[in-house]
Every structure is written in C-alpha cells, then in structure tokens.
C-alpha cells in the first residue's frame, strides 16, 4: 500500500497498550486520532471509548482504513488535515470534554497542540506521541525555556509519561519518541491570551539577547523605561528569556498591559 507523506506507522503492541492505559478511556468518550496511519491504534481505541474520529490527511491511507473498518460502527475515517479542519463541525453538539490521541510528525507538533489548547472546549486530555526532543521542550523548567514550553505551559500541566524507542516503528525514524500527556486547566481567552503571547514573543524575540534589549526594540522603548518595567516585574534586565518562569511572563504582561491603558 504506496503512502504519499512517508509516514513511520507504529508496530509494537507493547506501546500500544500503554497508550490506551494512559487514555484512561471510558466506554462514552469521544476520541479524535490523528495520524491512523494504518489503524493499529484506531483499532484499539475503538474498543474502550464510544466513538473514534480518526483524521487521515492521505487519501490512499483513508481508502485502505474505511475498508479496514467498514463494520466498525464506532469508528469514523476521515480525509482531511486537521489544521484546516472545521473543528466545531467535527465537535458537532459535542457538550462534554473529548479525548485527543495522536502519533503525529514533528513539523506540526507545535501547531497541532496549539489548535486544540486555543478551543473554547478544549480536550479533556492529549495523548500524543511525538519527537523526544520536543517533548523535553514541552516540559522545560527555567532556563531551558521556550515559546514552546511557555505556550503548552500557559494552558495545561504535561509530562512525559514514557520513551518510545525507534525499533517500535515501521520504518524506524532516525530519531526516538516520548509519549506526552497535556492535560488543559486553563480556558482560552482570545483577548487576554493575545496579549500575554505578545508579550511572550518579544521577550524570545533574539535569541542571543536579553530581555532589557528585546522589549527595548520590540516595544521601540527608551531602554531606561524598558528596564524600570523589568524590576518591576521582580526580573533583572539582563536575563534572557529562556530563563523566565510562567510566572514571571505573567507578571510581564501585567506591567506592559497597565502602562498601556
């Protein structure tokens, strides 16, 4: 069966099972997989939760899948990329919280979490198996902190529940995964939260500089006033941003967003 996007397709039922242990699956829960690939998880979704929507961007994939499950009843395959996807038509009259599982490619793990953290219903919880790398990110502590991590952070707790190693696909990537779990405790806020992230990436807006300097030229501050809005935020001016605490990003838009009114 030719695929067009090189997928590596996950093998080993030993992690299988311990995806769907973490998914603490209920028999009404709604789940929406992305990434099938060739149903191995889908599969076994269907056999705990209520309904599966399992989003396949590969149209020969999603003709090989809809055969696969034609008598699953429970399951849904559908063609699409979910970051055009209508998600509130996916959701339908979907009042309570839904569960999302996924073994998805590094260039849209970024993107992928974003869109569901940034719903009005936002998911009960994420599964999602992605590059160990970016999980390790997902979860840093100040001082290795990114957009990334404040991002994710910013919404929900996470952890990284365990490693996947590269033999548990086919064809093995070059690189190892992690299983994360991203479990939402902050409601989106489309105003507030634009503000916050404003502010977040002009602290990261040059890598190599510090905060005093950043906001300095992103804000098109004197950087004597830059620098009285830092110490009032309890951060010395010469930190960089990776080195900032969630809280100290909240404290940040505070002082910038009082000056502006």
């Known amino acids: 069966m030719p695929t067009k996007l090189g997928q590596n397709f996950l093998k080993d039922n030993s992690v299988i099972g311990k995806i769907i242990a973490a998914a603490n699956l209920r028999p009404n829960d709604f789940v929406i997989e992305i990434g099938p690939g060739k149903g191995i998880l889908t599969e076994k979704l ?53 569960k999302i599982v996924a073994n998805i490619p590094y260039y849209i793990t970024s993107p992928i979490i ?98 005093l300097n950043n906001f300095s030229a992103s804000f098109h501050l004197d950087k004597k006033e830059a620098e009285e809005k830092l110490k009032t935020a309890g951060i010395n001016p010469t930190v960089r941003a990776q080195e900032l605490s969630l809280e100290d990003w909240k404290n940040l838009t505070k002082i910038f967003s009082n000056s502006e009114k």
């Open 46 to 98: 269907a056999e705990k939760a209520g309904k599966v929507s399992a989003i396949e961007i590969d149209r020969n994939l999603v003709e090989f899948l809809r055969n696969k499950f034609k008598d699953k009843k429970n399951i849904e395959i559908i063609n699409a990329d979910i970051l055009k996807i209508n998600l509130p038509e996916l959701l339908g009259n979907q009042m309570s919280q839904y």
């Open 114 to 211: 974003r869109l569901f953290l940034e719903q009005k219903l936002q998911p009960e919880k994420m599964i999602l198996m992605i590059q160990k790398e970016v999980a390790e990110r997902i979860v840093a502590k100040p001082g290795e902190m990114s957009i990334l991590a404040v991002a994710v952070q910013h919404y929900a707790d996470s952890k990284i529940l365990f490693d996947v190693p590269k033999t548990a696909f086919e064809p093995a990537p070059k690189v190892d995964s992690a299983v994360i779990e991203i479990t939402p405790q902050k409601i989106f806020d489309k105003e507030k939260d634009a503000r916050f992230f404003r502010i977040v990436r002009a602290g990261f807006s040059g890598k190599r500089k510090t905060l």
